[in-house]
């Protein structure tokens, strides 16, 4: 189990980086799924011969960031949507990751890894290993933190949540996409650089639906500890890694489960916990066990910028209320808040709709990066228009 | 202060839905001037504004602020000159941010925006004086997200993060047309005090013809694409909604004339 831990702990820093482009950019990046094998390839390759492992480590981020930036060039550049600008990076890295390793598999095996003084000392798996990997990541998290709160974090920020006005504010957005989507795969790839050498080979095949693997601890995370306060959605998104990885450990422990239903695990854990962070059952329990969740704020209507995932994007604004993870009240505060919204609430069919034109448009590419736009649609919580409606009348109004 | 010179632009060119949404437009503003304009849907009112702010670019013609051509420049880096309020409320800031968030992107406008921290404690302090004097009360919830405030708090915000960096030239897209009277009122008048305090040059686009002729020192009438009418302050002052109508109908009759006669 503490080896599943470890593994949650280093797939964090990727899902740290998926966090980065999908929920403060807004920007279905799938980059992710060739930039981890970039980052575990090339450290691979070096290690194997006889680079240091630390100088596989930093390699490894280098190359993810340089997977980001071929796909951050041709959204910014040549205009290209970025589902379609990324699922064409990550078809083009497969071949590129097949040059740098120069086979599908490369073994480290009795080479020196950045784990050796932690093997040598039979210390994988043991609590030792998890403070050290915890500690990496928590300084990840701290780090985005930090960068988040910078003018320039602010303006990727501004970028993600409503471009016109970032624009208009005088940041260059093709400047806060091409570094937060460089930034977010050189993590990938990092996280690519230290789990191969974690498990001791980098496979060219190693980061097939990792984009949902990343996904997952996102909404997962999000869904324990919110996204009102930035420390503790990122701090979310490193507890959703873990949870996702004891889900499969423990799921694995079933004997009528066999390793090769892994997929199909993950498949269907990423769809629950979609579900999931939908209910408001669930919601409501959470927000009784956080004691993070009591909050002073009425509930708020989201306004999401134009949807950059769907192909009718720059003219299709869709807006809907708290996402999952706001889903913060007490349950006083929902009851309330549901009589205000009165029955009139229309459905949710807004992010639908656009979650159903990604589906559509992209159908034909692979089921999985049709799922993934479908997940960035974001969750909605609840309906829509009509809530931002009945706080607005709520609001103390000027 | 602003100056536009011939300025054209067609949409679709050369396919069967082209529109010219501006025929030659000449325009020539002093510092501090503040001009109102109208026109019908399509008079191409709103690309004026975006052709000015560089979120579209001109087919021909050339637009100079201060003495600096800036037509090549795209929009993100003239932001340091122009501010610009939109009609959506929801389009002049970020709802996920909170207000001291968004005045912190605010404050940057035009300068560069490095790895220093966003909102400083001496920024706060500013950004509260800054709220407080839009009477709104929004001082005391700098904290929370902009989703949360009304449509009318919002453009109130928007309208402060356009002006309080002081840019030259400041352009309002019908700006109140969103909100109730009595919000639009409140944000006419937080407009009509954000110019003279900043001395801006200002253009406001406005469907209110009562607005158009109450606000600003000088009116524009524009219709498909061209500007048909000017008044100055003291035309603007002698005139009425009426006298802007019977103009309307003018440049309605004339403008058929033309077509049968083309």
């Known amino acids: 189990m503490l080896s599943a831990i470890d593994q949650g702990l280093i797939y964090a820093l990727l899902a740290l980086g998926v966090f980065l482009t999908f929920r403060i950019l807004n920007f279905a990046d799938l980059t992710v799924d060739a930039s981890f094998t970039t980052g575990a390839g090339t450290a691979a390759t070096l290690i194997s011969h006889g680079y240091s492992p630390w100088l596989g480590v930093v390699a490894g981020l280098a190359a993810g960031s340089l997977g980001g930036l071929v796909t951050a060039l041709l ?255 007490d349950g006083t505060a929902r009851e309330t808040d549901r009589r205000t919204r009165g029955a009139s609430s229309p459905p949710a069919a807004p992010v639908q709709r656009s979650a159903a034109a990604v589906t559509s448009s992209a159908g034909h590419l692979e089921g999985r990066a049709a799922e993934a736009a479908g997940t960035a649609a974001k969750p909605a919580g609840e309906p829509a228009p009509g809530a931002g409606q009945a706080v607005d009348d709520t609001e103390e109004a000027i | 202060m602003l100056r536009l010179t011939g300025v054209r632009k067609t949409f679709f060119a050369g396919t069967a839905n082209e529109r010219r949404a501006l025929r030659g437009i000449d325009l020539n503003l002093p510092e501090g001037g503040f001009v109102t304009i109208i026109g019908s849907n399509g008079a191409g009112k709103s ?37 610009r309020v939109f009609q959506d409320p929801q389009a002049g800031t970020s709802p996920h941010m909170s207000i001291e968030q968004n005045l912190a992107v605010a404050l940057a406008r035009g300068g560069r925006r490095g790895l220093g921290r966003g909102v400083t404690p001496n920024r706060r302090r500013q950004f509260q004086d800054e709220l407080a004097s839009l009477g709104l009360g929004l001082e005391d919830r700098m904290r929370h997200r902009v989703g949360l405030l009304s449509g009318g708090q919002r453009q109130a915000l928007s309208l402060l993060m356009a002006t309080f960096t002081r840019p030259q030239i400041l352009l309002l897209d019908e700006h109140t047309a969103a909100l109730d009277p009595q919000r639009a009122e409140l944000v006419l008048e937080l407009t009509r005090r954000a110019i003279a305090e900043h001395n801006l040059t200002a253009l406001m686009v406005t469907h209110n013809m009562e607005h158009a002729l109450r606000m600003g020192d000088r009116l524009l009438m524009m219709h498909e694409g061209e500007i048909l009418h000017q008044l100055d302050a003291d035309q603007k002052a002698a005139a009425d909604v009426s006298t802007l109508l019977e103009l309307f109908g003018q440049a309605k009759g004339l403008l058929a004339d033309r077509t049968l006669l083309s």
């Not at chain 1, 550049?77 to 599908?104: C, H």
């Not at chain 1, 496979?203 to 930035?230: E, W």
């Open chain 1, 75 to 329: 959204h910014t550049k040549f205009k290209i949507d970025p589902l379609l600008a990324s699922i064409l990076t990550m078809l083009g890295l497969y071949s590129v990751n097949l040059r740098i390793m120069g086979r599908a598999n490369t073994p480290l095996l009795n080479v020196e890894t950045v784990f050796t003084p932690l093997r040598d000392h039979n210390l994988i798996g043991t609590w030792t290993s998890v403070a050290i990997l915890a500690a990496i990541a928590l300084a990840v998290k701290f780090a985005i933190d930090w960068f988040l709160s910078t003018n320039f974090g602010l303006a990727v920020m501004a970028t993600g949540d409503n471009p016109a006005m970032a624009s208009s504010l005088g940041v260059s957005t093709d400047v806060t996409k091409i570094v937060t989507l460089m930034l977010a795969n050189g993590l990938v790839g990092l996280a690519g650089a230290v789990m191969a050498q974690y498990q001791g080979f980098a496979d060219i095949g190693g980061g097939t639906g990792l984009i949902l693997v990343g996904l997952a601890s996102v909404i997962l995370g999000n869904a324990v500890l919110g996204t009102r306060f930035m420390v503790l959605a990122t701090l979310g998104v490193v507890v959703g890694s873990v949870l996702y990885r004891l889900v499969i450990y423990f799921a694995l422990l079933w004997d009528f489960v066999k390793a090769q239903d892994m997929k199909l695990i993950s498949a269907v854990l990423v769809v629950a916990a979609l579900v999931l962070s939908q209910s408001k059952a669930l919601r409501g329990a959470f927000s009784r066990l956080s004691p993070w969740r009591a909050d002073k704020d009425a509930p708020e209507p989201m306004t999401v910028v134009p949807n950059r995932f769907s192909p009718l994007a720059e003219t299709d604004a869709v807006s809907f209320s708290p996402d999952a993870a706001d889903g913060l009240e």
């Open chain 2, 47 to 83: 690309t004026l504004l975006n052709v000015i702010a560089g979120s579209l670019s001109v087919d021909e013609g050339s637009v100079v602020i201060a003495g600096q051509d800036i037509t090549r420049l795209p929009e993100h880096r003239r932001a340091a000159r122009i501010a």
